[in-house]
């Protein structure tokens, strides 16, 4: 079974500031990881993923996330954030299960703040 | 490419009615999710076609539930006797994957808000 685990369920930061939301998964084969953003009252838009290679992944937006087997951890991070970055960002496992069903297990999201 | 649709945006119903859910995936897609999204948490898995076809369904999908893929174009998303548990926000999602390409990457429609009174 695979799960994610996100620490901290809402994230507040000053304008500039930087971002990190942070995502621990638990899988028993080597995972797919994915960092979805959702805006109020839409669906969600993928960000990034790691899939195999470099462990560093660039996104969208100025996004970026490092995997770390070691760590489990797959976190989010942007050096500068801007008030447009507000939203609820949700860390997400895959793993190829029968029929090539590549269904997605999200953890309960994290909803990014500013500070005024 | 005009991107994963779904209709209705929003659904207000009484308990015990029956609902139905759209959603058009882009076009040239054969994989196709569903997933049930309550306030405060990620979606979870509901069920999964390939083409036509339903190859995976989640324990969360009780017999009251039902899903289909004719022509493994649109897909529905039928609620019988809706209870009030079952209110949350309904998603669809769908990617490409072929015998030399996959990119892992699910396009997510803006969903299907169900209230049930």
């Known amino acids: 079974a695979q799960s994610v685990t996100q620490l901290g369920s809402h994230v507040s930061v000053s304008e500039g500031a930087l971002v990190l939301l942070r995502c621990n998964y638990s899988?028993?084969?080597?995972?797919?990881l994915f960092w979805y953003v959702q805006y109020p009252n839409q669906g969600l838009q993928l960000l990034l993923k790691y899939t195999t290679g470099a462990t560093l992944v660039k996104g969208i937006n100025g996004f970026e996330a490092e995997f770390k087997k070691s760590e489990t951890s797959f976190h989010l991070t942007k050096p500068s954030a801007h008030m447009s970055d507000a939203a609820e960002y949700f860390c997400?496992?895959?793993?190829?299960?029968?029929?090539?069903?590549?269904?997605?297990?999200f953890g309960n999201g994290t909803r990014l703040t500013f500070i005024p | 490419d005009t991107g994963v649709s779904q209709n209705p945006r929003h659904k207000i119903t009484k308990r015990g009615q029956n609902v139905t859910f759209r959603c058009d995936p882009i076009?040239?897609?054969?994989?196709l999710y569903w997933y049930r999204q309550t306030l405060g948490q990620g979606p979870e898995f509901l069920t999964y076609?390939?083409?036509?076809?339903?190859?995976?369904k989640s324990r969360l999908l009780s017999d009251r539930f039902s899903a289909e893929r004719p022509k493994g174009s649109f897909s529905t998303l039928e609620i019988q006797r809706t209870e009030q548990g079952d209110s949350a926000m309904y998603l669809c999602a769908s990617s490409l994957e072929i015998a030399s390409y996959n990119s892992y990457e699910q396009y997510f429609g803006p969903g299907t808000r169900l209230t049930v009174t």
């Open positions: 076009s040239e897609h054969n994989r």
């Open positions: 899988s028993s084969v080597p995972p797919y």
């Open positions: 997400a496992v895959t793993m190829i299960s029968n029929f090539g069903n590549e269904k997605l297990t």
């Open positions: 076609f390939q083409n036509e076809a339903q190859l995976e």
